[in-house]
């Protein structure tokens, strides 16, 4: 079988136009993963950008070990108390990253941790109240070399 | 791994109802499941996945942790000191196995 110059051209437009549309359908399923273990913490609440605040490096060097820490506006009595956090990054491989439980005796709801970062990308930090608000925090974090790779 | 050695970093004494630091480390290897050994084969994943702690035998700050933590998880919460006792730390293995230490606090 001849290929013609015309038939060669055909070729090429197809093989950009999967190109194009493959690489969003990426992209869609990273956000989707993450929607979904949003809409997992939070019950379906739309989760409020308020209260939560999270300290990542701007740019970090190492991926393997990039520090991380939140604090969470909160008075923290029996009453109204945050329950639960959770880190989720939104590049991983998979975007769990730790879900912190607290209780009235924990004084303040904050931690610092240290998580592996696989490429530059989003970390959220999740905040559920025992009054049944939801609460978020995003930061961009710049990721040198990867912490994931093997 | 018994080689698991953690390491807590509690002040000794407080006020009645203060709030302090604790910071924790433990060292692991926290292997994410992730990577491949040199033939290709994927290495299985074994990390901590679950950290409490209690003051009196009561839980005040407890969380479960993902691959995405680094080795050697380093831990730094807050807890509220109501009377003297003891704070008891547990780390959980996935292969079962459980590390933990105590300290003393006293309140003047």
């Known amino acids: 079988m001849t290929i013609t ?10 093989v950009a136009a999967v190109a194009i549309t493959g690489l969003p359908r990426v992209a869609l399923a990273e956000e989707d993963k ?5 809409d997992a913490f939070s019950g379906g ?12 490096p701007e740019i970090a060097e190492n991926g393997n070990t990039v520090p991380i ?9 029996d009453d109204d108390h945050v329950t639960d ?3 989720l990054a939104a590049g991983n491989p998979s975007p769990g990253v730790a879900t912190f439980h607290f209780t009235p005796m924990s ?3 904050e931690a610092t941790t240290r998580m592996r970062l696989a490429k530059t990308q ?3 930090a999740l905040a559920k109240t025992s009054t049944g608000k939801v609460y978020m925090d995003r930061k961009t974090v710049k990721v040198t070399i990867g912490g994931c790779g093997g | 791994m018994a080689s698991s050695k953690p390491r807590v970093k509690v002040p000794k004494t407080a006020s009645k109802d203060e709030v302090i630091t604790i910071k924790t480390l433990i060292s692991h290897k ?7 050994d040199s033939d290709g084969n994927p290495i299985p994943r074994q990390i901590i996945n679950k950290f409490t702690c209690d003051f009196n035998g009561k839980t005040v700050f407890s969380c479960d942790l993902e691959p995405a933590i680094s080795a050697n998880p380093y831990l730094e919460f807050s807890a509220k000191v109501p009377e003297s006792g003891t704070f008891k730390f547990t780390w959980v293995d996935d292969d079962g196995s459980e590390y933990s230490t105590e300290s003393k606090i006293a309140v003047e």
């Open chain 1, 69 to 77: 820490s939140f604090a969470v506006d909160s008075p923290m009595s």
């Open chain 1, 34 to 38: 993450v929607q979904a273990a949003i």
């Open chain 1, 45 to 56: 609440a739309t989760p409020e950008t308020a209260n939560v605040t999270l300290t990542a």
């Open chain 2, 30 to 36: 926290m292997e994410s499941g992730q990577r491949k």
């Open chain 1, 122 to 124: 989003d970390v959220i």
């Open chain 1, 85 to 87: 956090v959770t880190l």
């Open chain 1, 107 to 109: 004084g303040a709801a």
């Open chain 1, 5 to 14: 110059r015309r038939q060669v051209f055909a070729l090429g437009a197809g």
